[in-house]
């Protein structure tokens, strides 16, 4: 069975410094790899997704993922974060549905 | 364009009750999928919906249960409500079926409180 693990519930940086969420993945077959984010009071927002090819993915709002298949890792990033990347982001995988990660709660602090 | 809504925003029900909540897709999307949220089991896939019919579903008991129309909007029904069933239901829509296609855009969401 897939799973998803955000080793991370939660992660405090200070604005323009780096960040990295982390997603590790068990899968037996191919998948396909999600970020989503959720503001306050809001649905999901698609960030990114590695479906194949390049493993190095780029995102809106300057965020971007490596794809690892020998550590089954999906990790996401940001050279530099906003106040305004606040909010909980979660990993998926899909093979016949959506499997999502618990989430991590990033807070950008000024 | 219009992105996916949900009807109502918010919900209070009593243990036992029935509820329907309703979510309309961006038009031209065929495919519409449920998700519960919940603090202690997270996101969680109820099922997927295309041209009317269920393609695939989460582990639910029965007294959750879906439908879509034939303008693709789609509602999902839970019967006997428990308060477990408490947690903010998401609907998200894609042209195609299954997100490893085509992107899922959500909607804002039902929250549902049970008491």
């Known amino acids: 069975a897939q799973s998803v693990t955000q080793l991370d519930s939660q992660v405090p940086v200070f604005e323009e410094a780096p960040v990295e969420l982390r997603c590790n993945y068990s899968?037996?077959?191919?998948?396909?790899l999600f970020w989503y984010v959720q503001y306050p009071n809001q649905g999901l927002q698609l960030l990114l997704k590695?479906?194949?090819?390049?493993?190095l993915v780029k995102g809106i709002n300057g965020f971007e993922a490596e794809f690892n298949k020998s550590q089954t890792s999906f990790h996401l990033r940001k050279p530099s974060v906003h106040i305004s990347d606040t909010a909980e982001y979660f990993c998926a995988v899909h093979t016949d549905k959506l499997i999502f990660g618990t989430g991590t709660r990033l807070q950008v602090f000024p | 364009k219009a992105g996916v809504t949900q009807t109502p925003r918010y919900l209070i029900k009593t243990r036992g009750q029935q509820v329907t909540l309703s979510c309309s897709p961006i038009?031209?999307?065929?495919?519409v999928s449920w998700y519960q949220q919940t603090p202690g089991q997270g996101l969680q896939f109820l099922f997927e919906?295309?041209?009317?019919?269920?393609?695939n579903k989460g582990n639910f008991p029965g007294r959750f249960s879906g439908r879509q129309f034939s303008n693709s909007r789609s509602e999902m029904n839970v019967s006997t409500l428990e308060l477990g069933d408490s947690a903010l239901y998401l609907c998200?829509?894609?042209?195609?079926?299954?997100?490893?296609?085509?992107?899922?855009?959500f909607g804002p969401g039902t929250r549902l409180t049970v008491l």
């Open positions: 899968s037996s077959v191919s998948v396909y």
């Open positions: 998200a829509s894609s042209l195609v079926q299954g997100p490893s296609t085509d992107t899922q855009y």
């Open positions: 590695y479906l194949s090819g390049s493993t």
């Open positions: 919906y295309f041209s009317e019919t269920q393609r």
């Open positions: 038009s031209g999307h065929r495919s």
